[in-house]
């Protein structure tokens, strides 16, 4: 007889939880595993609110096991060590980022490409190594394997530092891999989200023209203002889109719903690059002569690899790159999941894990 996720283990965990499809989140009661001889335990602080927690909650790609507690955007303090952790003491701050396991074995995890491993473990909603379930940072506590933690920067604010670790190397990590950091070149960003305006402020640190592609043009202002990019053009604006054709040398599309990438490969000039890191519910048609009669790429990317994750975190504190966030309580979780499903947050829900009441 299977244990209850109360009984699976000795360290008792609070956490939110949703239980069904309704995504609704709740108090829960779990355990985690005690600090083993690799492991380090930490006291979470703060945690960011990925998209991809709504869709997880929901069942919107139909692979949640219920009850699922989210949360991959995670910072804390540590308050325990393994006899064989060399690389983290007590009182350190540590991010704990979408995974928490790998083969450690394979091509992929031998470059450092842990997130691309056909047995990693995600942070939440998976199966760990000891065949119990693994929840993640709307909880109190948690306890990782020290390879999948993160020296979180001394300089980088710990509550708005947290998305950075799904949202940042999510951006990062194709800039990097594709070659879109080439100071001068021109940067598309399209969705002026959680991971459009991290990518717009990464793409002026490298030192690129920056313009956001957006379907709603009362973003311009904030774009412009207060992100630094330094033009917007609106998506559904038919004679702006043709005066922009050929004129763009990356396009990075952040956006999590189904939209044509037709018009995105017409505004690439010859060579250009476009990576989709926004995950639609749906396929999306691509349209085959634009891009090859431009020669144009277009490409996909996952997160980072634990070592490409701490590169970004080390250039963000470098260049003081943080989300804009709002910052809330554990118990206003349904509230900020429904404000997010209609994009209604600017631009980055972090809760407040160790202020609020579990």
Request: hydrophobic letters at 40%; a neutral charge.
């Amino acid at each position: 007889m299977s244990k209850s996720p109360e009984e699976e283990h000795l360290q008792k965990a609070l956490g939110w939880a949703a239980r069904d499809t309704s995504g609704i989140l709740s108090p829960f009661k779990f355990s985690r595993r005690e600090n083993g001889e690799d492991d380090v335990t930490l006291k979470v602080l703060y945690c960011g609110i990925c998209h991809s927690d709504l869709h997880c909650v929901k069942n919107e790609w139909g692979i949640t096991n219920y009850p699922i507690v989210p949360g991959h955007e995670i910072v804390g303090v540590v308050t325990k060590v393994g006899s064989g952790v060399k690389k983290f003491k007590v009182g350190d701050h540590v991010g704990v980022g979408v995974l928490v396991g790998s083969c450690r074995n394979c091509e992929n995890c031998k470059q450092n490409l842990e997130c691309y491993c056909p047995k990693m473990i995600l942070t939440y909603n998976a199966v760990y190594y000891d065949g119990t379930r693994t929840y993640g940072g709307y909880s109190d506590l948690l306890v990782v394997n020290q390879h999948f933690v993160l020296k979180f920067p001394d300089n980088l604010p710990l509550d708005a530092g947290a998305p950075l670790l799904c949202a940042g190397i999510t951006v990062y990590s194709p800039m990097i891999y594709y070659g879109m950091t080439e100071p001068g070149k021109h940067l598309g960003v399209v969705g002026l989200g959680g991971l459009g305006h991290v990518a717009v402020k990464m793409g002026k640190a490298f030192g690129l023209k920056v313009t956001v592609i957006s379907t709603s043009p009362q973003k311009e202002k904030e774009a412009i203002e207060k992100l630094g990019a330094d033009s917007f053009l609106v998506s559904r604006d038919p004679e702006k889109m043709k005066a922009a054709l050929g004129s763009i040398d990356y396009i990075i599309s952040t956006v999590s719903a189904v939209h044509p990438l037709g018009p995105l490969l017409g505004l690439l000039k010859t060579n250009g690059k476009l990576v989709q890191v926004g995950l639609p519910e749906k396929p999306l048609e691509l349209p085959v002569f634009p891009l090859a009669v431009g020669r144009k790429l277009v490409g996909g990317s996952n997160i980072g690899g634990l070592k490409e994750t701490q590169e970004m975190l080390d250039f963000c504190a470098k260049h003081n790159i943080v989300a804009d966030i709002e910052l809330i309580k554990m118990d206003y979780l349904n509230t900020a999941m429904e404000r997010l499903s209609k994009a209604d947050v600017h631009y980055r829900f972090v809760i407040d894990v160790a202020n609020s009441s579990l």
